[in-house]
């Protein structure tokens, strides 16, 4: 996978290389880099921003700048997915980084100052909100979902199963885990976990995800479609919390 990010603040993305990013690079699974828009500005100042035209508080980044950057890191042939980090957009999460883990390019637009010249949404494939929040940049909301995409490509974690068993992977929140030691300050691991009966551990995770998803984030299970086993299992669960 290729990824470009185009920021006014590149130097915010050299975190990224200490995680699992860096690994993904070190093993020729993605190429990524960073392009400051302000050396594409047609101005002797460099500006990438102005006022808003009718009046109004901040400045806009200009149309031009990300056009002729943009121009340069498309690969036309690859027909990436260019994401626009904007607070409208629509909310980020797991099945859209699952979608963006297929693509071949990404190339991520962080913003600043008050907002966009409205043209510059006609140069995007997507607008996407990290939350319902706002923050002085695109940049964090980029990093979090770059990390977020390349963890789920292949051959980038140490075991590919952890991925997709992760919380929110299933539509259900991840299961209570334990290592050793057995027993610290008197709270024991599950006797369940160190049985050695496959089949009871399976149950054991499938009843407790659910339960965590009951008890922290009831509003997964509106969303999520139960087989006949969860189905039960959650039945139970109800009747222990009452």
Same mark, same amino acid.
Request: net charge negative; aromatic share 8%.
């Given at each position: 996978?290729k990824?470009?990010?185009l920021?006014?603040?590149p130097? *915010?993305?050299?975190?990224l290389?200490?995680?699992?990013?860096g690994?993904?690079?070190?093993?020729?699974?993605l190429?990524?880099?960073t392009h400051d828009?302000?050396n594409y500005a047609q101005?002797?100042?460099?500006?990438?921003?102005?006022? %808003?035209y #009718?009046?109004g508080a901040?400045m806009?980044l200009?149309v031009? =700048?990300?056009?002729?950057?943009?121009?340069?890191?498309?690969?036309?042939e690859?027909? %990436?997915r260019?994401?626009?980090l904007?607070p409208?957009?629509? =909310?980020?999460?797991?099945a859209?980084?699952?979608d963006f883990?297929?693509?071949?390019?990404l190339?991520f637009?962080?913003?600043?100052?008050?907002?966009y010249?409205?043209?510059?949404?006609d &140069?995007?494939t997507?607008?996407v909100?990290?939350g319902?929040?706002?923050?002085t940049?695109?940049?964090?909301?980029a990093m979090? *979902?770059?990390?977020? @995409?390349?963890?789920?490509?292949?051959?980038?974690l140490?075991?590919? +199963?952890s991925?997709?068993t992760d919380?929110?992977?299933t539509?259900?929140? +991840?299961h =209570?885990?334990? @290592?050793? =030691?057995?027993e610290?300050?008197?709270k024991?691991?599950p006797?369940?976990? *160190?049985? #050695?009966?496959h +089949?009871?551990?399976r149950?054991?995770?499938?009843?407790?995800? &659910?339960?965590? @998803?009951?008890?922290r984030?009831p509003d997964m299970?509106?969303?999520y479609s139960l087989?006949?086993?969860e189905?039960e299992?959650?039945?139970?669960i109800k009747? +222990?919390v009452?």
């Amino acid at each position: 996978m290729k990824i470009d990010v185009l920021t006014l603040f590149p130097k *915010m993305f050299t975190a990224l290389n200490e995680s699992v990013i860096g690994k993904a690079q070190e093993k020729g699974l993605l190429e990524f880099s960073t392009h400051d828009f302000r050396n594409y500005a047609q101005n002797k100042q460099h500006h990438v921003d102005d006022y %808003p035209y #009718g009046g109004g508080a901040g400045m806009l980044l200009q149309v031009e =700048p990300i056009d002729l950057c943009l121009e340069e890191v498309v690969d036309k042939e690859k027909k %990436p997915r260019v994401i626009l980090l904007d607070p409208s957009g629509v =909310p980020f999460n797991q099945a859209l980084a699952e979608d963006f883990a297929k693509e071949e390019q990404l190339i991520f637009i962080c913003g600043h100052y008050e907002g966009y010249d409205e043209r510059i949404r006609d &140069l995007v494939t997507d607008e996407v909100s990290l939350g319902d929040y706002v923050l002085t940049g695109g940049e964090l909301g980029a990093m979090v *979902m770059i990390d977020a @995409t390349v963890r789920l490509l292949p051959n980038v974690l140490g075991n590919q +199963e952890s991925a997709k068993t992760d919380s929110h992977s299933t539509g259900l929140l +991840e299961h =209570p885990q334990y @290592t050793r =030691p057995a027993e610290y300050k008197g709270k024991k691991v599950p006797a369940v976990l *160190m049985s #050695g009966n496959h +089949e009871k551990i399976r149950q054991w995770k499938v009843k407790e995800s &659910l339960r965590r @998803t009951y008890l922290r984030r009831p509003d997964m299970l509106e969303k999520y479609s139960l087989n006949e086993e969860e189905a039960e299992f959650l039945a139970q669960i109800k009747e +222990e919390v009452e």
